[in-house]
Each structure stands twice: as C-alpha cells, then as structure tokens.
C-alpha cells in the first residue's frame, strides 16, 4: 500500500506531494518513533526558510502538515524526502 503524503502551503493552497512505500498503519508507526518526533520539532521551530510546519492534515487519500509560515516549500518538501528516504519508505 501507498501513503500520499502532502505538505501544504496555506498562503495559496498548494501542495507538494511525496508517494511513501508504506501503510497507513506503519505511517502511524512512524510518528510515534523518537527521530520523527525530533525531525518534526526542527521542522516546526527552526529558523531556516524550510521550516514552519504547523498542523497535522488529512484525508482518505492523503496524510500530511500545513504551514503558512514556510518561505521555501521546495526545500522544505526535499527535507521530508530525505527524512522518508532514510526510513526506508521512498
């Protein structure tokens, strides 16, 4: 099964979109892993224009965070991949 995850930008509604080799269930696992959680923080708090992510999101076809505050939502999605390359799931 496949997980779409989405980052969205709130300032104009748009989306970026990564495909995760995983299910839902194991997405679930994911975020409850310490290093999730410490990704996640950075990419909330940091100073860098990649960061500011605030709310969880989703849907039945997708799962993912929105943010108003990014100021580069290209850098910001090649950070997730990263972080779900490392994982295993791209």
């Avoid at 509604?13 to 923080?41: A, G, M, P």
Wanted: hydrophobic share 35%; net charge negative.
């Amino acid at each position: 099964m496949k997980v779409i995850f989405r980052l969205i930008d709130e300032r104009d509604n748009s989306h970026r979109d990564l495909v995760l080799n995983c299910s839902l269930d194991e997405f679930n696992d994911l975020i409850d892993e310490l290093d999730f959680e410490d990704f996640l923080w950075k990419m909330e708090t940091g100073s860098e224009d990649w960061c500011g992510v605030h709310d969880f999101a989703g849907t039945d076809e997708w799962l993912g965070y929105t943010s108003y505050e990014i100021k580069d939502h290209d850098k910001a999605i090649e950070k997730w991949r990263e972080f779900f390359t490392e994982k295993g799931l791209i």
